[in-house]
């Protein structure tokens, strides 16, 4: 079975310091990973994903993600926060082949001036 | 392309009442899906098709019923609502199997509903 923790339900940062959102997963098979980005009454936006490629994946808008087999992980990384990123973001899986997507509860990221 | 396109965008409902959530995509995906959005849960898989006149079950699929009869358009049947279904509902399309890396699940906007 598949699923998907994201660590923190909620980050603060200041504008220029790196973000780090942290995503576990759990898959019987290969997975297919998902970051996508959701802004306030908005519908959902791919960030990026990793399909068995290569385990850096770089993403839009400066977000990249890293994926971790040994430690079953998927962060997702900025070096430098910009006031626009504020927004909830959203770690998914998806077993290699198959269909269904498990979503993350979430995390929202905070922004801060 | 219009996209993935949802309607109503807003919808209030009576306990008891039916109704059904429009879905339409014009990419020619093969693959359709239902979400629902709850706060604090994510976005959590109602019904999804993966081709016309193919539909299957998701993770809450309870009180919804779907049916996939042309390529384009997936509608989402709310027999009998319940407050419990109040949530943001979200459809999606894509081409084919998430796994390629050339394919990437579409959004709708999104149609947020209310049952009192």
């Known amino acids: 079975a598949q699923s998907v923790t994201q660590l923190d339900s909620h980050v603060s940062v200041s504008e220029g310091t790196p973000v780090l959102l942290r995503c576990n997963y759990s898959?019987?098979?290969?997975?297919?990973l998902f970051w996508y980005v959701q802004h306030p009454n908005k519908g959902l936006q791919l960030l990026l994903k990793?399909?068995?490629?290569?385990?850096l994946v770089k993403g839009i808008n400066g977000f990249e993600a890293e994926f971790k087999k040994s430690e079953t992980s998927f962060h997702l990384t900025k070096p430098s926060a910009h006031m626009s990123d504020a927004a909830e973001y959203f770690c998914?899986?998806?077993?290699?082949?198959?269909?269904?997507?498990?979503f993350g509860a979430g995390t929202r990221l905070f922004v801060k001036a | 392309n219009a996209g993935v396109t949802q309607t109503p965008k807003f919808q209030v409902l009576k306990t008891g009442q039916s109704m059904t959530l429009q879905c339409a995509q014009d990419?020619?995906?093969?693959?359709m899906s239902w979400y629902r959005q709850d706060p604090g849960m994510g976005l959590r898989l109602i019904h999804y098709?993966?081709?016309?006149?193919?539909?299957d079950q998701g993770e809450v699929p309870n009180g919804y019923n779907v049916s996939r009869s042309t390529t384009e358009d997936f509608p989402l049947r709310l027999l009998s609502a319940a407050p419990s279904q109040t949530s943001v509902y979200f459809c999606?399309?894509?081409?084919?199997?998430?796994?390629?890396?050339?394919?990437?699940?579409?959004f709708g906007p999104g149609t947020r509903l209310t049952v009192l």
């Open positions: 990419m020619n995906h093969e693959y």
């Open positions: 998914v899986v998806s077993e290699t082949g198959g269909f269904k997507t498990i």
């Open positions: 898959s019987s098979y290969s997975p297919s």
């Open positions: 098709s993966v081709g016309a006149g193919i539909t």
């Open positions: 999606a399309s894509n081409r084919k199997g998430l796994a390629s890396s050339t394919d990437t699940q579409y």
């Open positions: 990793y399909t068995s490629a290569a385990t």
